[in-house]
């Protein structure tokens, strides 16, 4: 017995985890749970965007400044992900759910009783670290989940995920025009509440797979990202086509409500309806992945994401209504194409390292939502200063870029 190596034994107790972990089994209330609690937390990232315009009138901030809320919570997204989302492989994952939500209402709570821009880009990155709940909540699927049938389940909870990103901006418009931005952040605030008590009530303890130190732990993402080409390549290409994603809808509640569409932020929210109808390919995407391969579905989602970005680019040659036709079915596409994408993504670096899926995760994110931070801050200097025409000519290129980095490794194997 003495002669068995100390990472033999290390590595039989991740798997024998793992195993008790899958054995709970994920019944359809426990996905549910999951799904909705990822939605809900990753909403918090995105209520503020349809909002911008009417928010700045109320608060007496330019457009510039504004546009520092949305990057605020995506920056605090990233730093959250980074600095605390590896956790989830060293401690219980229900605990830190319960913990992150807990703080997340509190700074939705602090967002809506801003007095002032400095107050609400405080609370906004507060929200953007604790919205990581959801980061915590994707592992959590993938951990319950049978090998086999990974890429589906996965696959379903990241639906919920992505609803809660597109169909915030649907319930943020609606409410900020007939109820006030600040009603918003409360009802937001009383949601994430729920979850957590239901959380509480429904979600299984989870064992740590490692008992590194913290900073062990966080050295141990630059020796993962060193050590695994796919995950540098599927943190790339997911960043890069962030930079489109946030570009486009960061600036979207502001580009209309000025000429020559002159629309609310309710008519901004309302696009988020037709980037939901890509969401729902989440499901479908896993089950390819399953069954296909993710190397196929992300090379076909980047595609399908740089033709709908570069389709808006014809804008110029419709009328109003025709405009907002096109930019309506963009939003379809490129949203169809970057979850499938990130699902593909997912399922490539879940199948790594299974002892390290929290960290593995956190590193694909923060690549995702790196290039989220800087598409809302690029994305409103390019309408600044080029109009519309400037936001698609950004998005179109990160997007061919990362249709590159996808492409690249099969051209080099095939050398």
Do not use: C
């Amino acid at each position: 017995m003495n002669s068995i190596p100390k990472t033999h034994i290390a590595a039989a107790k991740v798997a024998a985890h793992t195993t008790q972990s899958s054995s709970h089994g994920l019944s359809t209330p426990l996905i549910g749970l999951l799904a909705t609690g990822a939605g809900l937390a990753v909403a918090s990232l995105y209520y503020s965007q349809p909002m911008l315009g009417v928010l700045a009138d109320d608060i007496g901030a330019t457009e510039r400044v504004v546009g520092m809320v949305p990057m605020s919570t995506q920056l605090g997204y990233a730093l959250g992900i980074l600095l605390l989302a590896p956790l989830g492989d060293r401690y219980d994952r229900r605990r830190i759910i319960l913990i992150k939500a807990a703080i997340l209402t509190a700074a939705l709570l602090l967002a809506g009783a801003a007095s002032g821009v400095g107050m609400l880009l405080a609370a906004s990155l507060a929200i953007g670290l604790t919205a990581t709940m959801a980061q915590d909540i994707v592992p959590a699927a993938a951990t319950l989940a049978p090998e086999q049938h990974r890429g589906r389940i996965v696959g379903t909870v990241m639906t919920g995920l992505l609803l809660g990103i597109l169909l915030s901006r649907v319930v943020s418009g609606f409410v900020a025009e007939h109820f006030g931005w600040r009603a918003m952040f409360v009802g937001a605030a009383a949601s994430i509440a729920l979850i957590g008590l239901a959380a509480w009530r429904g979600l299984p303890r989870f064992h740590p797979t490692t008992h590194l130190s913290y900073g062990a732990l966080l050295g141990s993402l630059a020796t993962l990202f060193k050590k695994h080409g796919a995950l540098r390549r599927a943190a790339l290409a997911q960043g890069l086509l962030s930079v489109g994603f946030s570009a486009f809808w960061s600036t979207l509640a502001v580009m209309l409500h000025g000429a020559p569409f002159h629309l609310g932020s309710a008519a901004a929210g309302a696009f988020g309806l037709a980037g939901a109808a890509g969401a729902l390919a989440a499901p479908l995407a896993g089950r390819i992945s399953d069954k296909k391969g993710p190397e196929l579905v992300t090379r076909l989602g980047v595609g399908l994401a740089t033709v709908s970005f570069a389709a808006m680019a014809l804008s110029p040659w419709f009328s109003t209504d025709g405009q907002l036709v096109l930019i309506a079915l963009a939003a379809i596409g490129f949203d169809l194409g970057v979850q499938a994408t990130l699902v593909a993504h997912q399922t490539i670096v879940y199948s790594i390292e299974p002892g390290a899926r929290s960290r593995l995760n956190a590193i694909l994110f923060v690549g995702m939502f790196v290039g989220m931070a800087a598409g809302a801050a690029l994305g409103s200097l390019m309408l600044a200063q080029w109009g519309w025409i400037g936001v698609v000519g950004l998005a179109t290129t990160t997007a061919v870029l990362a249709l590159v980095v996808r492409l690249w490794p099969g051209a080099a194997k095939a050398r």
